[in-house]
């Protein structure tokens, strides 16, 4: 089957509509990886000297440098130089998982036209790792999948509504357990409906490298000074704050930022690596990723929740072997703060919560 990529791309444009330098910004970001405009440019393919020209055109239309020379730390981006990087990183958190729903459904569609190929499985979950390595996985054994991204209660109405097969779930651990699935037994059916265990992952407070404000835990969100992003309403993680909140008898809507929300992890993290918030909740790879500070608050288990009698049909066979695998199982412990235990296990909804 064909692999489709679809990547995010912007551009500057002057006032009379002249676009701006299509290669700074990517070399901006090379430069901050590597410390060096050399070594940026030879991983572009570009000569130093066009390099060197494209930082020279871009203090010219900004009126100041992009990049400085530090003593013992090489070239190293100066404040707006950071500031165009960072609005990079943000563009694609934020629409990476949009575009990852549209690639997928664009080769669903160019699978059924090529090889007429029945019966390919639905998926609508909310963006985490392991559902895109999932993805990345299945796309490698030429087992296609329809992946849509949606927050866990738009899944688990599409499943209702017979719009997908499997639908994403995420649940914390411990004491907080009875009060989500309370949350979520509208829309369970534990007489059809059959839990697939996909992974136990950790969610945590991100913060910036050094922890500047001193956050320790949820409680200091509510104090003066610090700000929050938070995620979309209906989404798995927003509930978990909430629970959080409400053991600590907080009310959000003293959290300076409670409003102002993200739709993925990743999108959380670059918004507060680049400054904007001080804390947002989100998963551990999020965090590394934007070397952000973790502050662990809980642990979770993702479950994919379908109709029972959809574990006979060969292409939820062909999913369960794939979530059993070892390899499969590798990339997801390769997560930071994943465990694949349990993945592939098929549970009843009592014998999951029991």
Not at 132 to 147: F, K, N, W
Not at 280 to 290: D, I, T
């Amino acid at each position: 089957m064909l692999k489709m990529s679809i990547k995010p791309q912007w551009q500057l444009e002057r006032d009379d509509d002249r676009q701006l330098m299509p290669h700074l910004v990517s070399l901006l970001a090379k430069v901050h990886e590597t410390h060096t405009l050399r070594a940026a440019a030879a991983q572009m393919g570009l000569s130093y000297r066009y390099a060197w020209g494209l930082l020279r055109e871009g203090q010219r239309a900004f009126g100041v440098p992009l990049v400085k020379t530090v003593r013992g730390r090489g070239a190293v981006l100066t404040p707006l130089g950071e500031k165009l990087v960072w609005a990079d990183k943000r563009i694609a958190a934020r629409l990476s998982p949009l575009l990852d729903s549209l690639a997928s459904e664009l080769e669903v569609e160019l699978e059924r036209a090529l090889s007429h190929t029945p019966g390919i499985l639905r998926l609508h979950a909310s963006h985490g790792f392991a559902v895109q390595a999932l993805r990345q996985t299945l796309l490698q054994e030429q087992v296609p999948i329809d992946l849509k991204y949606r927050n866990v209660q738009e899944a688990l109405g599409s499943l209702n509504r017979g719009s997908c097969d499997l639908a994403g779930f995420h649940l914390p651990l411990g004491e907080l357990q009875p009060l989500a699935l309370q949350h979520y037994m509208s829309d369970l059916r534990p007489d059809k409906h059959r839990l697939v265990h996909l992974a136990t992952r950790r969610q945590g407070l991100m913060v910036a490298p050094g922890n500047p404000k001193n956050i320790g835990g949820i409680a200091d969100l509510v104090r003066a000074g610090v700000s929050y992003v938070n995620r979309h309403e209906g989404s798995g993680t927003r509930l978990l704050l909430d629970l959080l909140l409400q053991r600590e008898q907080l009310d959000g809507r003293a959290i300076e930022g409670y409003d102002n929300c993200e739709f993925t992890h990743a999108a959380v993290a670059a918004y507060v690596a680049s400054g904007m918030a001080d804390a947002g909740l989100g998963v551990e790879p999020a965090a590394r990723r934007f070397e952000l500070a973790f502050l662990p608050v809980a642990s979770e288990r993702y479950f994919f929740v379908c109709n029972s009698k959809l574990l006979d049909a060969p292409m939820m066979r062909r999913i369960l072997a794939t979530l059993r695998s070892r390899e499969f199982q590798r990339a997801v412990n390769a997560l930071p703060g994943y465990d694949s235990s349990g993945c592939g296990e098929v549970l009843s909804v009592a014998a999951a919560f029991q």
